[in-house]
């Protein structure tokens, strides 16, 4: 895409100033077009050093309305996102439906400037080529507009540009030793950026590489670009969308279903094995806080199937400022203005810390599913996208544990009646719970589903039989347990 770039293009101040007038009004009605729309729309502008990016995003900010717009200036990751995963600060960055995010550099510089450092940079390249693809198509799925700009300049520009502001001195500190490095290495990064552009091109998010040798010609060129992106809206992006959503096949496995009642524990055997199940969790987690290794453990089930009370006991000899519980119910006006994932994503745990969610983005299949509140085309896609983003928080370093607690039809009308007649526990039971309970062949079959397409080799479901409540913490917490001494063997024989 570089190689076809012509850096000849140039235009007079005259027609500049003509051009640009009409286009920063038309840029002003698209935004407020958008904004009742509820269309979200993600600008990125990458390049090489020097090409004028800081220039053309403040002329593009100067036609919007500021008040619809939110900037990101990405420079180097904050201690916060250092320890997450690269794509978690821009999913922080999503904007809401109807605004405007303008990515003043964005995941490509990031990946750029961490994956070439690396001895293996091309499969980290590949990798990274392949997140970034997952996480736009996401995005565009869910009718985010994506306009991508990368503007070119040639060596012989750049080096002129650097000379140039050092020898002024009110921009002399704009260039630093690392830009000249990184121009020295001009000719090895060329191929490198190309592939990126290449790759990540595709029908819902494609580049536009303009020429940027001469300023005022890049800006109105990019001008043109995002009007020309705005104006098409959502209009065909669904449907040709969909072909890419078999980018990535799951090793799917098998649910061992419990069927059978567990043998009723005694009071003092019950207690004595969950205490040392809690004990030896407590000290898998100072382990796992020195490895670095975050963990997200998955709490989903039937109403009153006891995951209140499980995660209780999980954490009960754990380190509070080592975990997050994250209790998830419907989204509020704020967070449905947002990806569905996009509130979950945000809860992820630092490295060496674990997150807790009593229940997940397993809802969009579930209850949003069941209950109506998404499309069948939502939800259908939804469990592709499930599995890519568990995928990528595994491929990062983390472990995900995914626990569905079940109870029989009996047992939960057993405690339905009892949490109605403790004034202690009224307040867990509500008229939803009644009303789900009359659904339960409809959620069976949504669960069955789930299991089928989401339970892969490396995230699998693991089905506990809740009837059971001392049975069934014991069996989570010694499975954590078991979990967490497995990835540590995995993560040893990694790096022996």
């Not at 020309?228 to 969909?242: I, M, P, Q, T, V």
């Not at 490895?291 to 199937?305: H, K, M, S, T, Y």
């Not at 203005?337 to 994503?345: N, P, Q």
């Not at 669960?447 to 014991?474: C, H, L, Q, Y």
Request: charged share 30%.
């Amino acid at each position: 895409m570089l190689k076809k770039c012509d850096l000849t293009e140039q235009i007079d101040q005259k027609t500049f100033d003509k051009e640009m007038d009409p286009m920063r009004v038309r840029l002003g009605q698209l935004q407020r077009e958008l904004h009742a729309g509820k269309i979200p729309v993600i600008i990125v502008i990458e390049g090489w050093n020097a090409a004028g990016i800081s220039l053309t995003v403040k002329e593009l900010v100067r036609a919007f309305d500021p008040r619809g717009i939110e900037l990101s200036t990405i420079g180097p990751p904050a201690d916060e996102e250092l320890h997450r995963p690269l794509l978690w600060r821009f999913w922080n960055r999503v904007p809401p439906k109807g605004g405007i995010a303008i990515f003043d550099r964005s995941w490509y510089s990031r990946a750029l400037a961490e994956t070439t450092k690396h001895p293996a940079w091309e499969k980290r390249v590949d990798k990274a080529i392949q997140s970034f693809n997952r996480f736009e198509r996401q995005l565009t799925d869910d009718k985010t507009i994506i306009v991508k700009i990368f503007l070119h300049i040639s060596k012989q520009e750049q080096q002129k540009r650097f000379i140039d502001r050092e020898t002024n001195p009110l921009t002399s500190w704009m260039v630093t030793s690392d830009d000249w490095d990184f121009h020295s290495e001009y000719d090895t990064y060329f191929p490198v950026i190309d592939t990126f552009l290449k790759e990540t091109s595709t029908p819902n998010a494609p580049w536009t590489v303009i020429g940027a040798n001469d300023t005022p010609f890049a800006i109105m060129r990019a001008y043109q670009t995002v009007i020309n992106a705005l104006e098409k809206k959502d209009g065909g992006r669904e449907s040709s969308s969909r072909k890419q959503h078999d980018t990535f096949t799951p090793d799917l496995v098998p649910v061992k279903r419990d069927e059978e009642k567990p043998v009723r524990l005694d009071k003092e055997t019950y207690r004595k094995k969950l205490v040392a199940a809690q004990l030896m969790l407590g000290d898998m987690q100072t382990i796992f806080f020195k490895r670095n290794i975050p963990l997200i453990v998955i709490f989903e089930g039937r109403d009153a199937a006891g995951k209140g009370g499980t995660i209780m006991r999980l954490t009960h000899d754990l380190n509070p400022r080592g975990y997050g519980v994250t209790p998830v119910g419907g989204p509020n006006e704020f967070e449905k203005d947002h990806h569905y994932l996009w509130r979950f994503i945000r809860k992820y745990p630092r490295q060496g810390h674990m997150t807790i969610y009593d229940r997940s983005w397993y809802g969009r299949v579930l209850v949003e599913r069941v209950e109506g509140f998404c499309t069948h085309a939502e939800w259908k896609r939804a469990y592709s996208e499930i599995n890519e983003i568990e995928e990528e928080f595994r491929s990062w370093g983390g472990g995900i544990l995914k626990f569905w607690l079940e109870v029989s039809p009996e047992e939960q009308l057993k405690r339905f009646r009892e949490r109605e007649n403790d004034p202690l526990k009224q307040w867990k039971i509500t008229e939803e719970d009644w009303r789900n309970r009359q659904k339960w062949d409809q959620y069976s079959e949504a669960i069955d589903e789930m299991f089928k397409k989401t339970s892969t080799k490396g995230a699998p479901w693991i089905f506990i039989n809740s009837d059971d409540k001392w049975n069934a913490r014991i069996k989570t917490v010694e499975t954590v347990c078991e979990y967490a001494e497995r990835l540590l063997q995995l993560r040893y024989q990694h790096y022996s």
